[in-house]
């Protein structure tokens, strides 16, 4: 596995270094070669300005970049070889769609036939091909946003920097193209990073995803591990949909019973042996504890601790219901209509492998279900 | 599809003809001055039937200017060429001094940019009077009085702020991020500059270029203190017109309208260019 992109301790400072806004903190990462990355985050959270230092629009405050073995953090865009499609689409007003993604490849002197069977082809791709000889002011956003996107993507870069590329699209086009995009990066085997705040997008087309949040990285890893092991309550509740569950809890445990007290007179109570004896320990170590639980992983069971509806939406393929528990709101997904009114007690359960537990000071992960967290 | 009544339609003519009879009737009365003699503007009640003469263009343009007292020497076609030549090259050296500045100003922040912005635009600010008593003496001094030279570098003092802020406005108003992405396609800082910015702001430039070229030949205090007979332009030149005998009116109104044509040529030229450049250019999201 070749790294084709490598962060070292890069901070991006607003203002003099150490003194103005701190916009992105000490982030350091290797993409390898080949690979889409997604940088996941809320406005605000430095994803924009990390992906703007690597193409050199921005300066780096401290730290390096390392792309495609050697370190570009000093050099101007024009020697860094990478590409890149802008949020704000910006095409050149003054010339067609064509010439547009034309632009590049016309510049490094390919061969005109060679260059019109790029630009076909991925106009094709990006469906594209009608508005060619348009000019960007006469076309609707989405488009301008297609053209943008193909102008980046016709070209042989070392890197590929995507800033929110389908923002302005329809969500069938969206769904369609996420394949088709996804396709041709892996075919051409580009290396891409993905700057979106749309997890759905960030986990069809990206092979890792790098969450973001106060221009720290809260986590950088494969789609699965971020859902399944988040590193810390930040990602755990940032990404997922319906986001996690969460509570305050005083672990303790008698007579063979783990039980979890929540701050709001409510227990869960499991079996001792349920849990690996690692992660038991850790819990009765710290007693103070906060754990979540995706909505799919909340049931409702005869057996369970209980609840009351509060809301019951039926989105068309699952149902969301929001339920008072513990004081706070707890909500879960099923994938069959729930007939249920608002009001009507329910009874809830949470398996012991569907935990997540976090400590409540640092909001660092401690354990994933029967596994302790690395 | 007209969704305008006869009467609104009508009361707008009748609000535009106000306007332009306001704005266009000195210039009309001009115009007419100018193919008429003395004697024949200064009758009591006027008119505005007469037989026209060419006299006045004549007198100018050959230079010799027939008055009661006998043929005086006039030189205002040098006059005219003196204009020209110091409001193009002012707006030449402005342009060439202006455009990268204001894009300056308009992309990078620098420590004291807004500063140094401002202190340029000031300038504006001041009476020519009071810089010229100084000027004079250090140009007096440096042997820059009465060249060509020095009055087009005081006529920066006109033209540079007016290039300078109209421009910048326009450049601030086209994305950078058109500027990053043909950067980011294998092109430098330089040829992004001539290439993408300044084909963009080119409405802008243009504009800023024919209002300072207007002000530049309005100029009048700077030429007249700092310049002497040869070096003068229309405004100052004018003034030969009010001589012992009288003050020749039929000349004066041919040589305004000699002095106004270029200007008024260039606007109408420019504001065609203008409208078309402002919408071509508009740039979308």
């Known amino acids: 596995m070749t790294i084709q992109l490598s962060l070292k301790s890069v901070d991006k400072f607003y203002g003099p ?141 070392d890197l590929h920097l995507l800033d929110e590329p389908m923002g302005q699209l329809e969500p069938q086009l969206r769904t369609l193209l996420r ?114 639980v995706r909505p799919y992983a909340v049931h409702r069971s005869e057996s369970g601790a209980a609840a009351r509806v509060v809301a019951n939406q039926w989105l068309g393929d699952q149902s969301h219901i929001a339920a008072s528990f513990a004081g706070k709101t707890i909500v879960l997904v099923e994938h069959d209509r729930a007939h249920l009114t608002e009001g009507e007690p329910i009874k809830v359960e949470i398996k012991p492998q569907d935990l997540h537990i976090f400590d409540p000071t640092s909001g660092l992960a401690l354990s994933h279900g029967n596994e302790l967290a690395a | 599809m007209e969704t ?39 009758r009591v009640p006027p008119s505005v039937i007469f037989a026209p003469t060419l006299e006045n263009y004549t007198a100018l343009i050959t230079g010799k200017l027939e008055t009661a007292a006998g043929t005086l020497d006039i030189d205002f076609m040098g006059n005219l060429w003196n204009s020209l030549f110091l409001s193009t090259a002012s707006v030449a050296v402005g342009l060439v001094l202006g455009v990268p500045a204001a894009y300056a100003f308009a992309r990078l922040k620098f420590r004291g940019s807004e500063d140094i912005a401002f202190t340029l635009l000031s300038f504006r600010f001041a009476p020519p009077l009071l810089v010229l008593l100084p000027l004079t003496i250090y140009f007096q001094q440096l042997g820059l009085a009465n060249t060509y030279g020095g009055l087009i570098w005081v006529y920066q003092l006109i033209v540079l702020p007016l290039i300078l802020w109209i421009v910048r406005g326009y450049f601030e108003d086209i994305p950078a991020d058109i500027e990053y992405a043909y950067r980011i396609a294998g092109h430098d800082f330089w040829s992004t500059f001539r290439r993408i910015a300044l084909p963009l702001a080119g409405p802008g430039i243009a504009a800023a270029g024919l209002l300072s070229f207007i002000f530049a030949w309005n100029n ?66």
């Open chain 2, 220 to 285: 009048f205090v700077f030429a007249l203190v700092l310049a002497s007979a040869d070096k003068q332009p229309v405004t100052v030149g004018a003034l030969a017109f009010v001589t012992a005998s009288g003050i020749q009116y039929g000349q004066v109104a041919a040589g305004i309208v000699l002095s106004i044509a270029p200007t008024f040529a260039l606007a109408l030229y420019a504001q065609r260019y203008l409208v078309e450049g402002l919408s071509l250019g508009a740039v979308k999201g």
């Open chain 1, 179 to 292: 394949g088709r995009i996804k396709h041709y990066i892996k075919e051409r085997g580009l290396t891409a990073i993905l700057v979106t705040h749309d997890q759905t997008e960030a986990n069809a087309l990206a092979d890792r995803i790098a969450v973001m949040e106060g221009g720290v990285l809260q986590q950088y890893g494969s789609p699965a591990e971020i859902k399944e092991r988040p590193a810390n309550l930040f990602t755990g509740t940032f990404v997922g949909e319906p986001p996690m569950n969460v509570f305050a809890a005083t672990a303790s445990v008698s007579g063979g019973m783990l039980t979890f007290d929540l701050t709001g007179g409510l227990d869960l109570r499991y079996a001792e042996s349920a849990f690996d004896p690692r992660v038991r320990k850790m819990v009765l170590d710290r007693k103070q504890v906060m754990i979540g």
């Open chain 2, 4 to 42: 305008t009544s006869p009467v609104e339609r009508l009361l707008r003519g009748i609000a535009i003809t106000l306007v332009c009879l306001f704005f266009m009737f000195p210039i009309v009365w001009i115009v007419l001055m100018s193919f008429q003699t003395n004697e024949t503007i200064l």
């Open chain 1, 17 to 157: 270094v150490g003194k103005g806004v701190h916009a992105v903190k000490d982030i350091t990462m290797d993409v390898p070669k080949g690979d889409i990355i997604a940088l996941l985050g809320s406005s605000g959270c430095g994803k924009t300005s990390t992906l703007r230092m690597i193409a050199g629009f921005e300066a780096v405050s401290r730290g390096t970049i390392e792309l495609a073995g050697k370190q570009v953090q000093t050099l101007p865009p024009v020697r860094r070889n990478v590409a890149m499609a802008f949020e704000g689409y910006s095409l050149y007003p003054t010339v067609t769609v064509r010439d547009n993604i034309a632009f590049a490849l016309k510049a490094s002197r390919l061969a005109e036939a060679e260059v019109a069977r790029r630009v076909g082809h991925v106009a094709d791709m990006l469906e594209i091909t009608d508005i060619l000889d348009r000019f960007p002011f006469s076309i609707s956003g989405g488009q301008q946003q297609r053209a943008s996107l193909a102008r980046a993507l016709v070209r042989d870069a």
